[in-house]
């Protein structure tokens, strides 16, 4: 009885030291698949009570996932843009943004589509769409008037890889494999009053 008690302990042992390597693993992370913020702008136009951002994104999509588009695939990816008021030991979120697109091949058509926050646009090669993806142009972020003198503020930017879009047999690949990690990290931009 102690025999069997002793191994089944040296098997949970196992299992948690296991556990524990594979939850200090980093998520994959690749520069080669990814998404990447590029030019970063905001505008305070004169007569307008907005900020305004203007960005470029470079989406570098693998194999894998070219591949998963030409079989009819959707790959989708949301913007996540925050605002956020500097203190003294940790920042106040005090606006945030997310833009939404899926691209997705219409194989029958010969055309590509792409989602946009609910407006849909064709375009003929996937080059086109992504590129029409690639330009935020005069955003409205955050009014004027919630931007103190004093303070000082930072905008964030990430381009998120939504993997539970993805088919349900596909998910769990895309969380281990690097031809799926078609995010980008955050990308910090001091706001200049």
């Known amino acids: 009885m102690v025999f069997f008690m002793l ?4 098997f949970f042992k196992g299992v948690g030291v296991l556990i524990g390597v594979v939850l200090t693993i980093p998520p994959v992370l690749s520069k080669e698949f990814s998404a990447e913020v590029g030019h970063i702008s905001i505008d305070a136009k004169s007569g307008s009570p907005w900020l305004e951002l203007n960005a470029d994104i470079d989406y570098r999509l693998s194999p894998m996932a070219k591949e998963a588009l030409q079989k009819g ?10 605002v956020e008021q500097e203190g003294w030991l940790w920042n106040t979120a005090v606006e945030q943004k ?4 899926t691209v997705k091949n219409h194989a029958l058509l010969s055309l590509f589509s792409v989602n946009d926050n609910g407006k849909e646009e064709r375009f003929s090669s996937l080059k086109a769409s992504l590129n029409s ?10 009014k004027k008037k919630y931007i ?11 381009v998120k ?8 047999p596909l998910r769990p690949i895309s969380y281990f494999d690097h031809q799926w990690a078609l995010s980008s990290r955050w990308t910090l931009w001091q706001l200049q009053k």
């Not at 695939?73 to 925050?82: C, D, R, V």
């Not at 997310?98 to 697109?101: R, V």
């Not at 993806?133 to 955050?142: V, Y």
Request: charged share 30%.
């Open 7 to 10: 191994n089944w302990l040296k």
């Open 73 to 82: 695939i959707a790959l989708s990816w949301t913007i996540i843009i925050k």
């Open 98 to 101: 997310k833009l939404k697109y």
């Open 133 to 142: 993806m690639s330009k935020i142009r005069n955003l409205a972020i955050i």
């Open 148 to 158: 103190k003198k004093n303070k000082k503020y930072q905008i964030h930017i990430k």
């Open 161 to 168: 890889f939504e993997r539970e879009a993805l088919p349900i």
